[in-house]
């Protein structure tokens, strides 16, 4: 989950890696550092954020035309200063920087150990650079050649950029499991983990493969291939990202406008998926029609938030469509025996297109005679490159590590697969349809209503900030919303939150209600009210302080909660999409007013690429 960023061309590379490091500081922020040459090369890299980097690498008159740049989720070592990337070989004079996990690094190291090498650090990555410049040393070898029969021994994932004192004029790019795009410019070339640094200079890039290494120059040169060496014409994509889009546009934090962007990004997921004769289209449907007519069962696999939108789609589609679905934490199913085969769609679902569990899963079930099918926000992502068809949710990009336009706009998506598959298979009577898909069309107009509720929920935020614990509860399709207002809370805010069913509490967690211990019930379906009302009398017996998520107009209700937020009507299914909007702010300000850092959430990062 590190990101990675390489600059080689006429500009001077430090404020380009700089910039690009702060952008990709979303993928871990433990440490970070930067290696650039002019005449000769030179590490800058420090413990904690980009700042501490460009902040010494400037008073130290870091210059250069060539450069990269990395900054680290912690995963071989703790975070400090000799543990940060980039590292360097024996000479100090190849530096690497790596995204992701070398599994044999061990065996790697007590080999270079007997030869005598010795180690700054506690990290895999320093071993590949000692073990490139060996291996360039002992066969004579080009960089290229030397990378290329390094990571032949090498088993693991990577994202690599090399840089060598002795050849100003290139960079060596790798990739096995982890994310990297070359930006094509004019003589001059843009690395980094994903597209976001590299979209204000050029929008020409090329998605690196699995098992594929380029060498690029400073003439404008480059050539792609497979480790083995067989040569690769690389496909030339056109990014649609715009560098505009990666502002705060006066927000204070990337979540806070990513909560509200809502009001526009669940519409943007919608867009041209309903037809003017009602009808639902997923383009990317129509490309599996024939597996689909003779599919028995939908699996859907997938982590964190994506797992639990994932959730609201097993309700959705098996109550309306009336089609199986089992949903599976991705990390799980990929370890365990599963029983697949041709009438199974697999569904990733990933913001990022990234996650390496995710990832996994899908191979596995591709493996296993599956049809797979993704549902992703990041465009030419490694998970919507993998899968035999797809649909992006189009909600741009994500930055907050904590997923909220992300998850709204996924949840639209498996509502609008629900409706399709619904009219495929004739299970729902055509007025019930059309009521839903009308309602559905609509449901944007009611997301600012529910973003006014800000300043109570400000209110309810200076209450719950003293909590150390606190559940989130709801029934039938509602339930999942409870799991990820507690995911919500608990990843920003770090006070301790679960999501239970309230059917469950009896079941154990109504021992954890004291006085003044904080439900927060998502109160909002219209069926099966009354048994969640009953729910909230039992903890409330108990001396709970209730927070209350209630459709509009059922004003019977305030009396029963301490405080309440207000839903406006729309059918309970699509009420996931309205309610977990409150919970999002209610995280977002209760992590603000406790000084956390809400888009950089202690030991998180936005894309977990590594297992
Ligand atoms: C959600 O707020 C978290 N950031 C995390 O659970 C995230 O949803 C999970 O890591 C999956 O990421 P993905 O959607 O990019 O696969």
Redesign the pocket.
Known sequence: MCGIIGYIGKRDAFPILIKGLEMLEYRGYDSAGIAIMDDNLKVYKKKGKVAEVYKHAKEHGAKGNIGIGHTRWATHGEPSDRNSHPHTSASGKIAIIHNGIIENYAVLKSALLKEGHTFTSDTDTEVLAHLIEAVKEKGNLTLLEAVRQSLTQVVGAYAIIVMDESDKDTLIVARKGSPLVIGIGEQEFFIASDASPIAEYTKSVIYLDDNQVAIVKRSGEYTVSSIAGVPHTPFIEKLTLEATMLDKNGYDHYMQKEIFEQAHTIEDALRGHILPDRSVHLRGLEEIADQLAIARRLIIV?????WISGLVGEYLIESLAKMPVEVEYASEFRYRDPILNKHDIVIA???????AD?LAALSLAKERGAVTYGICNVVGSSIARTTDAGSYIHVGPEIG???TK?FTGQVVLLSLLALLLSQRRETLEADAYKKLVDSLEKIGESVNKVLKEEEKIKKIAEILKEKESALFIGRGILFPVALEGA??LK?ISYIHAEGYPAGEMKHGPIALVEKDFPVIVVATNEDMIDKVISNVQEVKARGAMTIGIIREGKDELHSIFDHVIEIPNVPDEWMPILSVLPLQLLAYHTALIRGADVDKPRN?A???TVE
């Open positions: 997938a982590c964190g938030t994506s679902i990933s913001q990022s297109g990234e996650t995710t590590v904590a997923s992300a995911l919500k990843e998180l936005k894309s977990v």
